[in-house]
């Protein structure tokens, strides 16, 4: 098996916290930057599963900081430096407590609770008739609530939000004008690549100047889901599985070997054979959506060479 990142421990200068998520860890230096460390940890139905996968941090960090550059004329973000491939560093961030989840199409969570009978999602009316991944109408928003360590993310009505003061109703308009927004651009970046983009989700948080601002990863294989446009429609007509790109092909292996992430069911074995398709899949995920040769990074001494790396830049920026 080859070296994978699945946990940190790190104690930086001027570290004030640390926050452990299910992918990414973030450490709090001098209540001014945000260090953020994408691990190769794999979560699906809200359950971190037992491997990491060889790259797969890298290949998160790598997409959301090139999406964030794509995508900082129509929405700022908190990024500032990528000093590591599986690091990126940016303004320290109150984020809000829910993910704006965008969706195009009838798909994934959606497309299952469809399945179920329900007609309403988050406070959005589906209209009849449709069936999975059919293209909806217009982009629907169905937030969630941001779980805390390992509980389940919850669905969520804009009005509920607002009623519940989880998110004041003047920043809820900016976030949905940020939500549309980005998904427009991601949208057109992804049929660039001649892909189409599914369904994302978004998180934002406020800078100590009130300022709203993008964080988070953005438009990554975990993050989002992509189908291949080409013969999208015929196979829709022809009522095919669409070929897409995104965490799905993971969460439906799972499925398939009965886990859901709910009480009383086990994690199937992830064997090294597995493993490694896993790694291959993200790989073949990277050079589809950034449009680029993927450059594996050394990973024999991995948590050297990010707490190497991580030292330099602080070091450096507190000159």
């Not at 406070?123 to 008739?129: C, P, S």
């Not at 992830?270 to 449009?291: D, F, N």
Request: contains cysteine; aromatic residues 10%.
């Amino acid at each position: 098996m080859k070296a994978t990142i699945t946990a940190t421990n790190f104690n930086f200068p001027k570290q004030k916290n640390a926050y452990h998520g299910k992918v990414r860890d973030v450490y709090n230096i001098n209540d001014e930057l945000l260090v953020m460390i994408a691990t190769d940890r794999l979560s699906a139905f809200d359950v971190i599963l037992p491997k990491g996968i060889p790259y797969k941090g890298q290949i998160l960090n790598q997409i959301a900081t090139k999406m964030m550059d794509l995508t900082k004329d129509v929405v700022p973000n908190w990024l500032i430096a990528t000093p590591d491939p599986n690091v990126a560093v940016g303004h320290l961030c109150e984020p809000f407590k829910v993910e704006m989840v965008i969706r195009g199409y009838l798909a994934g969570h959606a497309a299952r609770e469809y399945a179920l009978g329900k007609r309403m999602l988050c406070g959005v009316e589906l209209a009849e008739g449709l069936k999975e991944n059919d293209l909806l109408p217009e982009p629907i928003i169905t937030p969630s609530t941001k779980a805390d360590n390992g509980s389940h993310d919850e669905d969520i009505s804009r009005e509920d939000i607002i009623s519940k003061g989880i998110v004041s109703e003047e920043d809820y308009i900016v976030l949905e004008h940020y939500t549309q927004s980005l998904f427009q651009r991601g949208t057109a970046i992804a049929k660039a690549s001649g892909l189409i983009l599914v369904d994302t989700k978004y998180e934002f948080g406020k800078t100590k100047d009130g300022k709203i601002v993008l964080i988070d990863e953005i438009h990554t294989p975990d993050s989002s889901r992509y189908f291949y446009a080409e013969g999208y429609q015929e196979r829709q007509d022809n009522d095919e599985e669409q070929k897409q790109l995104s965490k799905e092909f993971v969460r439906q292996w799972l499925i398939a070997n009965n886990f859901q992430g709910k009480e009383g069911q086990q994690i199937p074995n992830m064997t090294e054979e597995y493993v490694a398709s896993v790694s291959e899949r993200y790989i073949e995920l990277y050079e589809k959506i950034a449009g680029q040769e993927f450059v594996k990074a050394a990973i024999s001494d991995i948590n050297n060479r990010i707490e190497k790396n991580v030292l330099s830049y602080i070091e450096n920026y507190f000159k």
